[in-house]
């Protein structure tokens, strides 16, 4: 029998813990237990950047990506690019479920949904992108540039202060792993852009042998490095859920070196078989993650990891 231990990215990780613990003290399976958490972060309106209320694309769309992975059988299911159903987390699970496949992506996505009783509905892009201009009035004034005039019509620019994702990891009682993670990906992304969070391997990757692993930040250098599934070979190999992340870590500022461009915000967690946690990130990312285990939670900052001089 293990001690049941949940973690999650970002302060808003903490409403995934708090509902995902108690159901891993009642004995339900990690898979279970972290879905229903991130489910509480999707259905929460004031979180902008993970499910209904959202931030949209540039032209207005508000779309979801969302994979889940069972550490006990390594079946994992995904949607990418999936517009006006609320939980795409649970959407994913139906995919592992009841297909052959690992990822479906947009209508293909929605279709599957809605064929499997999932309900049709109205993003709420409009209060959205109210709210995110009333945030960056500068944006209406100086058009081009990065972050603080950010412009979302360029489609070079990525804005670097608006996406976030809940990744939930749990160890269940019974030493199984399991994961989810589940976002709107980056704010004013390009239409049909995908990020790491679908993503087996970038976003999520969990296995009982080894370790969980998940990503949340710039989702493009995520992916660059393949990060989940690198923290979770580094645990495989013997290091600890902490070294794996600070690996990750230096693996984005190496790719930035080698690509001449500054090392994006890209945030890393890990949870190995045992329950012991990891957490790391590319430097000035802020990055803080909930953990809950036994009859608290704590929210805590990680390490920062900067580039080597
Ligand atoms: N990783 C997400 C994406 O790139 C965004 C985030 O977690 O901040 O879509």
């Not at 990130?281 to 900067?306: C, H, M, P, W």
Request: aromatic share 4%.
């Amino acid at each position: 029998m293990a001690d049941p231990v949940v973690i999650a990215t970002w302060p808003f990780g903490k409403t995934a813990t708090d509902t995902a613990l108690p159901l891993l003290a009642a004995g339900k399976p990690a898979l279970d237990a972290v879905i229903a958490g991130a489910q509480a972060v999707e259905n929460d309106p004031a979180v902008r950047s993970v499910g209904f209320g959202s931030l949209p694309d540039r032209i207005g769309q508000l779309t979801l990506d969302s994979c889940v992975m069972d550490g006990k059988t390594l079946s994992c299911g995904a949607v990418a690019g999936l517009q006006h159903i609320r939980n795409a987390s649970a959407v994913a699970r139906r995919v592992m479920e009841k297909t052959p496949h690992v990822l479906l992506v947009g209508e293909g996505a929605k279709w599957f949904a809605l064929q499997e009783g999932f309900k049709l509905e109205m993003p709420h892009t409009v209060e959205a992108i109210r709210e995110w201009f009333e945030k960056h009035p500068e944006v209406k004034k100086k058009p081009g540039g990065r972050q603080d005039n950010f412009d979302p019509v360029d489609i070079n620019v990525i804005d670097e202060s608006n996406h976030d994702t809940v990744t939930v990891l749990g160890l269940d009682k019974n030493g199984h792993l399991g994961g989810v993670c589940t976002t709107s990906g980056l704010a004013f992304k390009m239409p049909g852009r995908v990020g790491d969070s679908p993503i087996i391997g970038a976003g999520l990757y969990v296995d009982d042998l080894a370790g969980a692993a998940g990503a949340t930040g710039v989702g493009e250098e995520i992916i660059r490095i393949g990060g989940s599934l690198f923290m979770v070979e580094q645990m495989r190999a013997g290091k600890t859920p902490q070294q794996a992340c600070e690996l990750a870590a230096k693996r984005v500022n190496a790719a930035a070196v080698r690509r001449g461009v500054h090392p994006a915000a890209c945030a890393f967690l890990a949870l190995s078989p045992k329950g012991e946690v990891g957490a790391a990130a590319t430097e000035r990312t802020n990055f803080q993650y909930a953990v809950s285990k036994g009859d608290k939670t704590e929210v805590l900052k990680a390490k920062e990891i900067g580039p080597e001089v």
